[in-house]
């Protein structure tokens, strides 16, 4: 997100700014989250990451259509902060050690990536609204609702596997 590259004059400017960066936020998520299944050892986060990437998909459409619907061709603007989260989760994938360990690093990887997208779905659904885009505001609540669904299923499987340590395995700090 170049921020300082471009120039704001209106909410249309940042809406078409966030638009272009969340595009291919996206993208580079369609990208790292076959790398990610193919690391999960934990078969339902394995099965969550391939469900996700199906949904992504989906979410790149939408986005077309937004831009569809405000009469301007899909683009993308770099996103430099999914740059940097997806490049955490490929430290968590390149990671030695414990599978199931490596796993609840993998959740935590994707929440952060959930998180972020939530925030920017919200932004970019707050603006279509205060520019009077209700159709547009509505698509984008639609894939809103599903990172979020996205997110508590990720804390489901954390809660139910891969964060769980047998008593033996847990670690007191002082």
């Known amino acids: 997100m170049a921020l300082f590259a471009n120039e704001f004059n209106s909410l249309n400017d940042l ?3 966030e638009l272009k960066d969340i595009y ?4 580079q998520i369609t990208e790292a989250l076959p790398k990610m299944a193919e690391a999960a050892s934990d078969p339902q986060l394995k099965s969550a990451f391939n469900e996700h990437l199906r949904e992504t998909e989906n979410h790149i ?4 259509s937004v831009f569809a619907k405000i009469g301007r061709a899909p683009e993308r603007d770099t ?6 989260l997806i490049k955490e989760g490929q430290d968590i994938i390149r ?9 609840a690093g993998l959740i935590a990887a994707a929440q952060r990536v ?9 932004t970019v659904r707050a603006l279509a609204q ?12 639609q894939t809103l609702n599903e990172e979020g669904e996205t997110d508590k299923k990720l804390t489901r499987i954390a809660e139910s596997g891969p964060n769980t340590q047998s008593p033996q395995q847990q670690t007191a700090y002082a």
């Open 114 to 122: 959930e998180h972020y997208e939530m925030a920017t779905y919200g």
């Open 61 to 64: 459409s939408r986005l077309e």
């Open 15 to 17: 809406f078409i700014f």
């Open 79 to 84: 996103c430099a902060a999914m740059k940097g």
């Open 95 to 103: 990671a030695k050690g414990d599978n199931s360990v490596r796993d």
């Open 24 to 27: 291919d936020a996206e993208y």
């Open 130 to 141: 205060r520019l009077g885009l209700s159709d547009c505001a509505q698509t984008l609540q």
